[in-house]
């Protein structure tokens, strides 16, 4: 794995965090950031992040709402990309 930090079309600073495959993208910045320093900092956060870690789950377990769909449509998938993102730095710190 490894983090991109790239320019975005506001001027700002944002992260990226990329399989090896180079294809898949496990996590990005939610904004981007006016300094550079900031968004380093940002990446350093999340590589210090380790497989203990808290997963809050706030998916609900039962789907509520129209069709039987979960009533935040995102839930489940940012509760999805947490723990591959868990299990993906808890890999990376193994590597070290």
């Known amino acids: ?6 320019g975005d ?4 600073f944002r992260w990226r965090l990329w399989a090896d495959n180079d ?3 496990i996590a990005d910045s939610a904004s981007g950031y006016d300094d550079r320093g900031d968004c ?5 956060m999340v590589q210090s992040t380790t497989h203990f ?6 998916s609900s377990t039962e789907p509520q709402g129209l069709w039987g769909r979960a009533s935040t449509p ?3 998938p ?3 990309d947490r723990r591959k993102l868990a ?10």
Do not use: H
């Not at 794995?1 to 790239?6: A, D, L, N």
């Not at 380093?40 to 350093?44: C, D, F, G, K, L």
């Not at 870690?53 to 706030?58: A, R």
């Not at 299990?87 to 070290?96: E, F, G």
């Open 23 to 25: 294809v898949d993208k």
């Open 87 to 96: 299990d993906a730095l808890a890999a990376l710190a193994r590597r070290k």
């Open 78 to 80: 940012v509760t999805a």
């Open 74 to 76: 995102r839930a489940a």
């Open 53 to 58: 870690t808290p997963i809050e789950d706030k």
């Open 9 to 12: 079309s506001r001027g700002q």
């Open 40 to 44: 380093e900092r940002s990446v350093n």
């Open 1 to 6: 794995m490894w983090f991109e930090i790239y």
